[in-house]
């Protein structure tokens, strides 16, 4: 004899309430629950009709519930064919309310089945109600029974009662079984579509969290190739040996780039913070990086200024950006320093990133020219500044990440004030220790109450 596996006959389940409640792909979970309702009230009324004409009750309970079975089935045609739900729950509500009113008068009332109907309607306005309406639904039914049990009690002679207590039986009895199997029916599609919607979630929460497991295994593959542009702390090292660099990307990725090269008898430390953070600012970080290899060490520009104009224009080569395009923009402020260590002469332009020196305890602040690199409408050509630096200048190269991270009493941003005085308080101490009390002074601020809000890089050094 052929079994029919578990699988299979879930599937058969599953194709069966398909047909009559809907598959979810079509309807929402309410509206297929709300067809089951329209269902079940015309079983209960279509049953409740052939109940009444076997045991002879009153022909205008047995009309009255003939119709109510051709209502519920219209109700349930419009919600299951014609997709329509939202219209039709507070008239269904309405219309068993009226129901279950006059069946209380015409068969005898809490003698008669009807308290069994008014628990199986209960559950059925909490099935298809929800908040504020589902309480009002059942404050109504509560008002609803109190009334009907006052006009009973006041006015016995407006109930409809039995022929004799042989009908009753049957009638209570009938009522009874059949209020039990619509409950057990209406329970057991709640758990199927509970349990259904809890594997689907499972499975979705699976394929979410596979997916991004993947992205997070890519992001940090692009960051070990971003970190491998990245020049490192050893070349740094022997570059510019007295120098620190705090590096604190937002995400795993970085918009944010520092970049140093020895050209010839010249160093070249470069400072950037391209357009966005994480995946975005760190595709242009790794172009800048890209671009500044290429014009540093084939073509030679030993100029601070001619270096970022050269940068904007293979940024915007690069980019393919066109000359009347600007819907967004794609590109970095960048602070720019080529030191001529014979002549103990810096030179600096900025690109919206000003350069800070130490000197005397006092902090001088060298401004940026005010315009990116990058595509802009009115582009302004890049400054050049010639410093003659002293032998215990201290220069800072930064991003504004610091200086827009929100925190404190107050929750308001760093500050370019705060930011110069911290400075200030801490430029004479060995390069280790500042980068560790910078560190400390942003956990201060932040608080363990604020997200961080930017990438984060400061890069300071001693020629």
Known sequence: MTQTSPASENKIQSNYTNLLFGDREDFS?????????????FCAAFLGSITNIILHLDIILTLFTVFSAIV??????????????????????YYSFII??????????????VLFIY???????????????????????????????????????????????????YDISITFLFSFILIYFIVAILVRNYHEEKSISASQRDKLLNQQKQIIDSINYAKSLQTALLTEQNSIKKIIP?????????????????????????????????????????????????????????????????TLEVLRYELKESLNQ????????????????????????????????????LRNN????????????????????????????????IFYLFSDGFMDQFGGDEGKKF????????????????????KKIIELNLKKWMNNSFEQVDDIMIFGFKP
């Not at 509560?142 to 006041?154: A, R």
């Not at 500050?415 to 500042?434: C, G, V």
Request: charged share 25%.
């Open 29 to 41: 979970l309410e509206h297929r629950l709300f067809n089951s309702v329209c269902l079940f009230a």
């Open 72 to 93: 519920y089935s219209g109700l349930y045609y419009l919600s299951r064919k014609r997709n329509i739900f939202a219209p039709l729950v507070m008239p269904f509500i």
């Open 100 to 113: 279950l009113t006059t069946q209380w008068f015409l068969n005898a009332g809490s003698e008669g089945p």
């Open 119 to 169: 628990l199986v309607a209960l559950v059925l306005f909490v099935i298809i109600t929800e908040k504020l309406k589902r309480i009002l639904v059942i404050i109504s039914i509560l008002i609803n029974l109190l009334l009907l049990f006052y006009i009973e009690k006041e006015f016995p002679n407006y109930i409809t009662g039995y022929e004799n207590e042989h009908i009753k039986f």
């Open 242 to 306: 007295d120098h620190f660099i705090f590096y604190k990307p937002k995400d795993i990725v970085s918009g944010d780039f520092y970049w140093a090269k020895k050209v010839n008898d010249y160093t070249v430390i470069a400072a950037a913070d391209c357009t966005g953070h994480g995946v975005p600012g760190a595709f242009m970080s790794v172009l800048g990086i890209s671009l500044l290899n290429e014009i540093i060490r084939r073509k030679n520009i030993k100029k601070a200024s001619q």
């Open 322 to 357: 066109s000359k009347k395009d600007y819907s967004y923009y794609n590109g970095m402020d960048i602070a720019l320093c080529v030191i001529d260590h014979d002549k103990k002469i810096i030179e600096y332009a900025g690109a919206n990133a000003p350069l800070y020196m």
């Open 362 to 393: 006092k902090l001088i602040e060298y401004k940026p020219t005010r315009n990116p690199i990058g595509l802009t409408p009115i582009e302004i050509p890049c400054q050049n500044n010639e410093i003659e630096y002293e032998s215990d200048d």
């Open 415 to 434: 500050r370019s004030r705060r930011f110069k005085h911290m400075l200030l308080e801490l430029h004479d101490k060995p390069f280790d220790i500042q």
